[in-house]
């Protein structure tokens, strides 16, 4: 790359400045870790502590345990896995159709699906909540997976990647020779839509972990909590303990920290092509 | 749709003919069948919950007995407009996403700027700025609730150490919208940085080289070339923030421990959603809830057409 093209090599000026970015973006979550190695009652004091304590074994239990934090968890996981899976799937099969397929009413159903992409979900969610309570799923998880599988954005991202990944001429070549619907998806479709699925998949994954206000409405501290209700819990004084608090924010946090950290090249790529493309 | 015709143009007329009916493919139900599993459920929790708040923002619901509901015209409507709460958390909701999002996607395209250049170590650098994106509404706001203490935070400690006396972030009006619009800013800054380094990355060369042999400099190289090619990834990002401003819960919520729903002891940082869901989970009043969700509906609708209208009316939308 010549300089020309706006790409310059990083001066020192560059490095200081991203490595205060860097640190900023940074700070706030090891200062939860530090945190939650302390006690409620050195937190209450000033200046802050800024250097690990003793107290991190026990918080964290006590977040694991009174804090419901170890439920959480793996309800979350459950939850997340299901929802990440689920878009994917369903995403896929609407978004090869409205790709590479003729059928009445594509227009108009695409066109749906595309004007709901500026709608807040938070709008729905009085009736959501109506519907959910008469069948009896309040503190049950398929109450926050059910809805978040709609992704207007996975539609319309897997149909973009799709046109443009699977020629045409190779589905004819498949239909000539006789092969059907479940054929062509998995010989042709799957493989064509495998990047766009993995980056459609991890984006969910991280929403679904990180959603909030349905799942606070949905769900209870006591029932059946994701990690967000759990925090929600603890941070309106469900364990009055600021230091376990902080625990229980560090172990919300951490799983979708390590997942940065291994797949950090993949995840990179996911925002920028999932922006690109959406 | 060019590849639409380009796909008939492929097909032999002749072949279609001869093919043999009821292959799963050629048969009429495949592509139902494919759009159905996504339809059911986007009609199931997109499209009835949308037409039923609308439906429901005409009744008097109680969250208790929501069977007993009864029908009260506009009352819902005409409730807010003279409800001071509501004009509070509008301002508010307003206000906390424009210290949000403006500072937000300003920082936004200077990161995208730096991390253009080359670097070394460009993925750490890309990783760390996702770290906020991947932490939650709520570890992120519990931390920031500790930094903005009014007598043990670091924030008033550091304000200290370089002699400027503390700030009551959670009780001033001013102060504690910043602090609440701060942790916003932290989540999406690195997130939005990476979508204008991608957009920025579709920026063909040959413009900077013409740019460059026409003298321009740096500075002028991004205002003539790069921003021009931002501007679809700008709408986006825009876009993404206005509807997250306008729900904008989890942060007003968890600021302050006390608080719960009311947003400060004065309503300070109350938003839209907060109201919302006050008066539907606090208050038990589901029909003004679902009458705030209208109204939240409509400020989108309105600060859309009101971008629209600004750009002339010809530019592109987000999608």
Redesign the interface.
């Known amino acids: 790359m010549s300089a020309a093209d706006g790409r310059e090599r990083a001066g020192w000026g560059t490095y200081l400045l991203l490595g205060a970015f860097t640190v900023v973006s940074v700070f706030p979550l090891l200062w939860t870790a530090v945190a939650a190695s302390r006690t409620s009652g050195r937190l209450a004091q000033s200046p802050p502590p800024f250097r690990f304590g003793r107290n991190l074994g026990r918080n964290l239990s006590v977040a694991w345990t009174e804090g419901g934090m170890g439920e959480a968890l793996a309800n979350t996981a459950l939850v997340a896995g299901s929802v990440a899976l689920g878009t994917v799937v369903l995403s896929t099969l609407a978004g090869f159709a409205f790709a590479r397929l003729r059928f009445r009413f594509r227009g108009a159903l695409l066109l749906l699906v595309g004007a709901t992409l500026l709608v807040p979900p938070q709008l729905g969610v009085v009736p959501l909540y109506l519907v959910i309570a008469r069948l009896g799923w309040t503190d049950q998880l398929q109450a926050v997976v059910l809805p978040s599988l709609v992704s207007a954005f996975g539609v319309l991202y897997l149909r973009q990647h799709l046109v443009e990944a699977l020629p045409p001429e190779l589905l004819e070549a498949a239909r000539m020779d006789g092969a059907g619907t479940a054929r062509v998806l998995w010989h042709l479709v799957l493989p064509a839509a495998r990047p766009a699925m993995a980056v459609l998949g991890t984006l969910s994954f991280v929403a679904a972990w990180n959603d909030f206000f349905w799942p606070v409405l949905a769900l209870t501290q006591t029932g059946n909590p994701t990690v967000q209700v759990a925090l929600t819990g603890l941070g309106r004084g469900y364990v009055p303990d600021t230091s376990v608090v902080m625990a229980g924010a560090l172990l919300g946090t951490l799983p979708l920290l390590v997942v940065l950290a291994v797949f950090g090249r993949q995840i990179v790529g996911g925002v920028m092509r999932g922006a690109v493309k959406g | 749709m060019t590849?639409?015709t380009?796909?008939r143009a492929?097909?032999p007329v002749a072949?279609e003919r001869v093919?043999p009916r009821g292959?799963?493919?050629?048969s009429?139900a495949?592509?139902?069948?494919?759009?159905a599993?996504?339809?059911l459920?986007?009609a199931?929790?997109?499209?009835?919950?949308?037409a039923?708040?609308a439906?429901?923002s005409f009744f008097r619901?109680d969250l208790t007995a929501?069977e007993a509901r009864q029908w009260a015209g506009a009352h819902n409507y005409a409730r807010l407009l003279g409800d001071e709460f509501f004009w509070n958390a509008l301002s508010n909701t307003v206000l906390i996403g424009l210290l949000a999002t403006v500072p937000q996607l300003l920082l936004a395209l200077?990161?995208a700027h730096?991390?253009?250049?080359?670097?070394?170590g460009r993925?750490f650098?890309?990783?760390?700025?996702?770290?906020?994106?991947?932490?939650?509404?709520?570890?992120?706001?519990?931390?920031?609730?500790?930094?903005y203490g009014r007598?043990?935070?670091?924030v008033?400690?550091a304000l200290g150490v370089v002699g400027l006396s503390p700030v009551d972030w959670q009780n001033g009006p001013w102060a504690s919208k910043f602090a609440v619009a701060s942790i916003v800013l932290?989540r999406w800054t690195?997130?939005n940085a990476?979508?204008y380094?991608?957009?920025?990355?579709?920026?063909p060369?040959e413009l900077?080289?013409a740019a460059?042999?026409d003298g321009a400099g740096?500075w002028r190289?991004?205002w003539h070339?790069?921003l021009p090619g931002l501007r679809p990834?700008l709408a986006?990002t825009g876009?993404v923030s206005a509807?997250g401003a306008?729900?904008l819960?989890?942060e007003p919520?968890?600021f302050s421990?006390?608080a719960?729903a009311s947003g400060g002891a004065d309503h300070q940082y109350q938003t839209l959603?907060l109201y919302?869901?006050e008066q539907?989970?606090v208050n038990l009043h589901?029909g003004r809830?679902?009458a705030l969700?209208?109204a939240?509906?409509l400020l989108?609708v309105a600060g859309?057409g009101l971008v629209r209208l600004v750009r002339g009316g010809r530019g592109r939308?987000?999608?």
């Open positions: 590849e639409e380009a796909r492929l097909v072949a093919r292959r799963p493919l050629r009429r495949a592509p139902y069948a494919l759009v599993p996504f339809f459920l986007f199931a929790f997109g499209l009835f919950p949308l039923a708040t439906w429901l619901v929501p200077g990161v730096l991390l253009a250049a080359r670097l070394r993925l650098f890309r990783v760390a700025a996702l770290a906020p994106y991947a932490t939650s509404v709520a570890a992120a706001t519990l931390v920031f609730a500790l930094f007598d043990q935070g670091m008033n400690w932290w690195g997130y990476l979508i380094l991608a957009a920025m990355g579709t920026v060369p900077y080289e460059a042999l740096r190289r991004f070339v790069t990834a986006f876009a509807i306008v729900q819960f989890g919520l968890l421990s006390g719960g959603g919302l869901y539907g989970w589901l809830a679902a969700a209208w939240m509906l989108l859309f939308g987000a999608r």
